[in-house]
Each structure stands twice: as C-alpha cells, then as structure tokens.
C-alpha cells in the first residue's frame, strides 16, 4: 500500500496550523489551551455537555485549517477541555494539529463505531490498544502506519474500569479506521476480523497517528451505534436501535467525567 511519509524530507510545511494561529492573534496574545483535552466525534457530545454541565467558554471559535468549533472547560476544573473534533481523519487531524500548537498534549477521542464483530452489539463500548489505518492522513505522518497503537496516559484510573462501573459493557480490542463507508465490503469486513479488528470509524487511526507523530498520550473511546450483517444472507444493516439515542447520550458524560480526574 502507498505511503507518502518520506524520512529524508526534511523541510518545513508551506504553512502551518502555528500560521493560521498568529495571522489570528496579536503578538503576545495567542490563548494557552490545558494540556488534556476531549476531542468529541460524534455530533451529540457538546450539546451532552452543556446539557449536563456547567461549562465555560474557553474559545467562541478554534482558528484552523477546517474546523473552527467553539472550546469549553467544565467549570471548576481548568486543566481540560473539550470541543468538536469533526468527521473524517483529515478534519480531526487537522484540529488536533491546531490543538497541539495551542499547548494540547494529551487528547481523548470519544467517538462511534460500526460493530462487525460476534458479541458486540449497538451501545457497547470499545476501547481499542491498537488502530488499524485504512485512512489516508496517517501516511503523511507514519512511514508504515499498520496498526497504531494508543499511547494512554499512566497513572490515572482506566477509562474502561470507569465505564464499566457506569454500567457499560466494554471491550478492550482493536479497531480500524476507513475512508470509505460505502467500501466496507462483507470481504473487507472479514479480512478486519481476522486481524482482529471489532469495529470500523473513520478518524481514530489519524488523531493517535498525530499524538505518535508529535509524542502526545491519547485514549479512545468508541460506542457501538450500529450493527453489521456478517455475511450477505443475513438481516440487512439498520442505524442504532430502539434505545440508541439514549444509549449515546449516556456515554460521553462518564468519559469526560474520567478526564476530569
């Protein structure tokens, strides 16, 4: 497969999310972000937020290449933030980026999955060691991506261990991460199983390719929204289920609970 990370390249970007951010800010007046942040990738996890939250506005807008979400902290703790990381490798990779020139070192992605897996059902949680790269933005950043391991934080409690005493069902498995939804063919699918793989999202596999990439600790956090049919002949493949709405509403508040300690 075709990389296009090159060792012996050693000159600089033509421009920078550091460049965006000093074309906004006056000198001497760039924002300082915490060195822990939530990186939502699911459309529900701000609102959820500010829902069940007492937030602060830490940015009205995040200056970048693409997205350009609003920064929250939860009052009363400063030392993370959170805000929307947006959809597919390229938009998460290039906020990530943004977020590391800020002084971001260390990220939780909390994002959704396809489930193509025995056993795993819609409203499961997955937190994934390692993340199989079929996305294109890794191989900017990683000679051989493969499977991208998560480079977790040390010495705090396990986010699997907190959401299991939240009451979720949680596995501890690996992942991939796609390009393409519509090519997540029944092959496909049975190729991923074989190596392992639960279930299939579409930025992970970037964002802890950037935390590599720049020395960054990184978690992921995956819920289950749908099922696959495994073979051909099974039941067609529907959204969620019945109490899916709820099931995912549910699930980012503990893991921003997690990050606050």
Not at 67 to 86: A, I
Request: aromatic share 10%; net charge negative.
């Amino acid at each position: 497969m075709a990389n296009w990370y090159f060792p012996e390249d050693k000159t600089a970007p033509v421009f920078t999310a550091e460049n965006h951010i000093r074309r906004h800010y006056p000198p001497g007046q760039c924002p300082q972000l915490p060195e822990k942040t939530v990186l939502f990738c699911l459309g529900k996890g701000l609102p959820v937020l500010q829902e069940r939250f007492e937030t602060e506005t830490v940015l009205e807008k995040l200056t970048g290449f693409i997205t350009h979400t609003p920064v929250y902290r939860v009052k009363g703790y400063g030392g993370v933030c959170f805000l929307h990381g947006g959809y597919g490798a390229p938009q998460a990779a290039t906020t990530l980026e943004s977020f590391h020139a800020l002084g971001v070192r260390e990220v939780l992605l909390v994002g959704l999955c396809g489930a193509f897996a025995e056993g795993l059902q819609v409203g499961d949680v997955v937190v994934p060691p390692s993340i199989l790269s079929e996305e294109g933005t890794s191989r900017h950043y990683l000679e051989d991506p493969g499977f991208i391991p998560v480079p977790r934080p040390q010495g705090k409690p396990a986010l699997e261990d907190f959401l299991r005493g939240k009451g979720f069902t949680v596995t501890e498995q690996d992942t991939v991460t796609t390009d393409a939804p519509y090519r997540q063919t029944f092959y496909k699918e049975a190729l991923w199983r074989g190596q392992g793989c639960v279930g299939v999202d579409m930025e992970a596999s970037a964002v802890m390719a950037l935390c590599g990439y720049y020395g960054m600790k990184g978690t992921v956090a995956l819920m289950a929204s749908d099922k696959h049919p495994l073979h051909g002949g099974d039941k067609p493949w529907v959204w969620g289920s019945v109490d899916y709405n709820a099931l995912r509403d549910d699930f980012s508040p503990p893991c921003n609970q997690n990050s606050l300690q």
